[in-house]
């Protein structure tokens, strides 16, 4: 079975075509700066190490016009992978915003495009691309099965006192106030990967879940379900980001607002120019800040300082609430490949029993899995790289095949 799978930013397309017989990838690719008279294609295909690209300029005024062009890379004789579009089995979306009523990967029809628009408000940086690149694809592709899979469905199993917030009932009831969380997909395949590397069943498995991209969430796992998690009603929520602040005392906010600045101004600051960024005035990229504070920037220093502190209170918080912790699983960008930022994580998670073995830390690096904590410890701390695009495959092969895909 072929799997398309489809990322529709505001401005970019992120795609991958996987052979499921072997989950292998036969095309990926990213369209960006969709929109303009000279977006960019970079579409790649064969195995690595014997890789073709089609690198292109052209122009992509929306989401229907890149999504053709990407896949007349896909049909292209020279780099292509597919005679015809008709070999494509299913495509799989992903869908920043489910809202409180999806709790798994669906197959797309006009009832589940109405949850996705009406779940615009809450993300609506998210949820209207995500609906133009279905659009798109249901156009482009009509007689082929479409699948939605949502970041926040994996979140969906919190109960009411992790995600309720003490605000006034009606906030809730009438304002849909509550933490929906993000990531999902990419806590679900690590948590799924760390039962399977544990040896133990799903259901069993107790797990502290720690994403760090440019984006970064936590999640905490009891027995194969998210019982808690960092994010909030929206992504700024918890812990300090590459530009978000994460968790700030909310009445800050109206601080800066008497202070003069408007609410779209507080939004961008908090959202694009906080966090690591806004902390070390460097960069938002933790290569670049490790770098800086390696050389004396003590601004840059302070950055990876609350970056980490944040991270080790989490998991502490989340250890008090966990009926045990099978593993403490790193993952995403930073998780896989910082190794100083996982030794600093795991210095003080000696209290509760990690003991870091420095050489699986170095060596667990650039797509590698595996414990960086010794054998002996209480508390084992994983490194698993995490995989969304194959999670939205699989749900998206399972649903074609007629199963219902929830974790
Ligand atoms: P996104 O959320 O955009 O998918 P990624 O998961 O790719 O982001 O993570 C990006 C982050 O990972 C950046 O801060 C980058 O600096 C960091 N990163 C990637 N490789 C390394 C490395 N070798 N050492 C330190 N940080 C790294």
Same mark, same amino acid.
């Given at each position: 079975?072929?799997?398309?799978?489809? !990322?529709?930013?505001?401005?970019?397309?992120?795609?991958?075509?996987?052979?499921m017989t072997d989950?292998?990838? +036969?095309?990926?690719?990213?369209?960006?700066?969709?929109?303009?008279?000279?977006?960019?294609?970079?579409?790649?295909?064969?195995?690595?190490?014997e890789t073709k690209?089609?690198?292109?300029?052209?122009?992509?005024?929306?989401?229907?016009?890149?999504?053709?062009?990407?896949?007349?890379?896909? #049909?292209?004789?020279?780099?292509?992978?597919?005679?015809? #579009?008709?070999?494509? /089995?299913?495509?799989?979306?992903?869908?920043?915003?489910? =809202?409180?009523?999806?709790?798994?990967?669906?197959?797309?029809?006009?009832?589940?495009?109405?949850?996705?628009?009406? %779940?615009?408000?809450?993300?609506?940086?998210?949820?209207?691309? !995500?609906?133009?690149?279905?659009?798109?694809?249901?156009?482009?592709?009509? %007689?082929?099965?479409?699948?939605?899979?949502?970041?926040? $469905?994996?979140?969906?199993?919190?109960?009411?006192?992790?995600?309720?917030?003490?605000?006034?009932?009606?906030?809730?009831?009438?304002?849909?106030?509550?933490?929906?969380?993000?990531?999902?997909?990419?806590?679900?395949?690590?948590?799924?990967?760390?039962?399977?590397?544990?040896?133990?069943?799903?259901?069993?498995?107790?797990?502290?879940?720690?994403?760090?991209? !440019?984006?970064?969430?936590?999640?905490?796992?009891?027995?194969?379900?998210?019982?808690?998690?960092?994010?909030?009603?929206?992504?700024?929520?918890?812990?300090?980001? =590459?530009?978000?602040?994460?968790?700030?005392?909310?009445?800050?906010?109206?601080?800066?607002?008497?202070?003069?600045?408007?609410?779209?101004?507080? /939004?961008?600051?908090?959202?694009?120019?906080?966090?690591? +960024?806004?902390?070390?005035?460097?960069?938002?990229?933790?290569?670049?800040?490790? $770098?800086?504070? $390696?050389?004396? %920037?003590?601004?840059?220093?302070?950055?990876?300082?609350?970056?980490?502190?944040?991270?080790?209170? @989490?998991?502490?918080? @989340? @250890?008090?609430?966990?009926?045990?912790?099978?593993?403490?699983? +790193?993952? =995403?960008?930073?998780?896989?490949?910082?190794?100083?930022?996982?030794?600093?994580i795991c210095r003080?998670?000696?209290?509760?029993?990690?003991?870091?073995?420095?050489?699986?830390?170095? /060596?667990?690096?650039?797509?590698?899995?595996?414990?960086?904590?010794? /054998?002996?410890?209480?508390?084992?701390?994983?490194?698993?790289?995490?995989?969304?695009?194959?999670?939205?495959?699989?749900?998206?092969?399972?649903?074609?095949?007629?199963?219902?895909?929830?974790?």
């Open positions: 079975m072929r799997i398309f799978v489809v !990322n529709c930013g505001s401005s970019s397309i992120k795609y991958q075509l996987f052979d989950e292998s990838v +036969l095309a990926a690719g990213l369209l960006e700066r969709v929109g303009t008279g000279e977006a960019v294609l970079h579409h790649t295909t064969g195995v690595p190490g690209t089609i690198d292109a300029q052209v122009p992509v005024p929306d989401h229907a016009a890149g999504l053709k062009i990407i896949i007349d890379a896909l #049909v292209d004789p020279a780099a292509g992978v597919l005679d015809s #579009v008709d070999q494509i /089995d299913g495509v799989g979306h992903r869908v920043v915003h489910g =809202g409180q009523k999806i709790t798994g990967s669906g197959r797309i029809d006009d009832s589940l495009i109405t949850v996705i628009r009406e %779940n615009a408000a809450l993300a609506p940086l998210h949820n209207p691309p !995500n609906l133009s690149g279905i659009e798109a694809a249901i156009l482009a592709i009509p %007689n082929t099965p479409q699948v939605a899979v949502f970041d926040t $469905a994996f979140l969906a199993t919190l109960p009411p006192r992790a995600y309720r917030y003490a605000v006034p009932h009606d906030w809730y009831t009438e304002y849909h106030v509550r933490k929906y969380g993000f990531h999902g997909t990419s806590h679900r395949y690590v948590t799924l990967r760390a039962a399977e590397l544990l040896g133990k069943p799903t259901e069993e498995v107790n797990l502290i879940t720690v994403h760090l991209g !440019n984006g970064c969430s936590m999640t905490a796992v009891a027995g194969g379900a998210a019982v808690d998690h960092s994010m909030g009603m929206t992504p700024l929520e918890g812990l300090a980001m =590459g530009t978000r602040s994460g968790d700030i005392d909310p009445a800050i906010i109206l601080h800066m607002l008497w202070r003069g600045m408007s609410g779209q101004q507080i /939004d961008h600051a908090l959202n694009k120019k906080s966090g690591l +960024l806004g902390v070390s005035g460097v960069s938002n990229d933790m290569r670049d800040l490790l $770098a800086a504070a $390696a050389d004396g %920037n003590e601004r840059a220093e302070l950055a990876v300082d609350i970056f980490v502190y944040r991270i080790v209170k @989490y998991i502490g918080a @989340y @250890y008090a609430i966990l009926p045990g912790v099978d593993a403490v699983v +790193l993952t =995403g960008g930073i998780g896989e490949n910082a190794v100083t930022v996982r030794r600093r003080p998670l000696a209290a509760l029993g990690a003991v870091l073995d420095e050489q699986r830390n170095a /060596d667990t690096i650039g797509g590698a899995s595996g414990p960086i904590t010794t /054998d002996e410890s209480s508390l084992s701390v994983w490194v698993i790289p995490t995989n969304e695009e194959l999670m939205i495959a699989r749900d998206t092969q399972t649903i074609v095949a007629g199963q219902s895909a929830k974790s």
